[in-house]
């Protein structure tokens, strides 16, 4: 019988993220083998206003997007044609950057004939320690980012269960926002990661909103102003900035993980696999041993991705792709962009 112990192709897919201020382009296969991941950040493009400007992130994606695409083709040593499929971010994020890269993603996919799965953003960080550790399911993700701050329970491919989230402002936001106001400059989290490394955090007093509260909600609106009004009753001397930048990460470090805590006591009962942390602040070492701290005491692991894929990557939306593929969950390509796309409406 000719051809009976032919192989069958490898599952190839690519990945294109554009929902925020990096250019993203990864190809990863079904084996969890990331064949490239190609990473633009636009930073010294918003550095100057202290904050990602949404019309000057999309206009970079624009300018960058085409020429990340064939690195990556390169960087894997494939051509389009070895690809099963194209996935692309179809938000929730800034609009105009996200429609960057779902129309490239949708235009590649209509030329090849491919198919194409627009990914949540939010459901790719959430998937990716199944790419990194292949983690099984149900597991508890703390999913912290510039924009998000929330606690769920991934179940399963499109099934997430929310348990808290943030009543106004996002983590990454108060690390950007301290940041700021102590004259660090921008991106806020690496710097005040940074700082705090020669600070003394008991030095300056802040308040840890929400904590002890029953529940899984986060706050971080009343922290922002309470290191407003130290700042603006104090000198900014790098001794004064070092030992608020260390306060500042104490309190977030201890919010987050009292929070965890109480989720995890909540959904003993599912028998989860880890205790999760994904997201642009994952990359935080602070925040990271401390909530290892909190799993051991639940006799849980605790999974945090490589640093390369806390950070916005194009890696993650093309596993997320490959899950989806996987159970036939693909999109018409007149799937639209969204700026708000709530994770727990997926199913």
């Known amino acids: ?54 019309e000057i992130a999309a206009r970079a994606h624009l300018d960058l997007i085409d020429e990340l695409v064939r690195r990556a083709l390169e960087e894997a040593k494939i051509t389009f044609g070895d690809l099963t499929g194209i ?35 939010l459901e790719a960080h959430a998937l990716t320690p199944r790419l990194t550790n292949d983690l099984a399911f149900p597991y508890l993700l703390l999913l912290l980012s510039g924009g998000h701050s929330q606690i769920l329970l991934v179940k399963g491919v499109g099934s997430y269960q929310r348990l808290g989230g943030t009543i106004d402002d996002a983590v990454g936001e108060c690390f950007d926002k301290g940041a700021k106001l102590l004259g660090l400059g921008y991106p806020g989290g690496p710097l005040i990661e940074r700082a705090a490394a020669t600070g003394d955090a008991r030095a300056v007093i802040l308040p840890r909103p929400m904590l002890g509260r029953e ?7 009343g922290l922002k102003t309470a290191l407003r009004q130290i700042v603006e009753q104090n000198e900014k001397t790098p001794v004064f900035s070092a030992n608020a930048a260390a306060s500042l990460q104490a309190a977030i470090t201890d ?23 994904a997201g642009g602040v994952a990359a935080n070492q602070a ?28 890696a ?7 899950e989806r593929l996987k159970l036939g969950l693909t999109n018409k390509l007149d799937m639209a962009a969204r700026p708000r796309w709530p994770l727990d409406t997926l199913a």
Not at 95 to 112: H, S
Not at 287 to 314: E, K, M, S, W, Y
Request: with cysteine; net charge neutral.
């Open 1 to 54: 019988m000719p051809g009976f112990f032919a192989s069958v192709a490898p599952m190839i897919l690519m990945g294109i993220e554009t929902s925020c201020d990096d250019t993203a382009v990864g190809i990863v296969d079904a084996e969890r083998r990331i064949l490239a991941n190609r990473v633009a950040a636009q930073t010294e493009r918003h550095q100057p206003y202290g904050g990602v400007v949404p």
């Open 316 to 322: 993650m939306v093309a596993w997320a792709g490959v």
């Open 255 to 277: 919010i987050l993980a009292d929070r965890a805590g109480h989720a995890l006591a909540m959904v003993q009962k599912d028998h989860p696999t880890a205790l999760v942390v």
């Open 87 to 121: 996935a692309a971010t179809c938000g929730p994020g800034l609009i105009g950057g996200v429609m960057v890269g779902a129309m490239t993603g949708k235009a590649i996919a209509a030329v090849r004939g491919l198919p194409f799965i627009g990914v949540n953003h």
């Open 215 to 221: 529940g899984c909600d986060f706050s971080f609106s």
């Open 287 to 314: 925040i990271r041993a401390r909530l290892q701290n909190v799993a051991a005491r639940f006799g849980l692991p605790f999974v945090a991705p490589p640093i390369a894929l806390c950070t916005d990557n194009g």
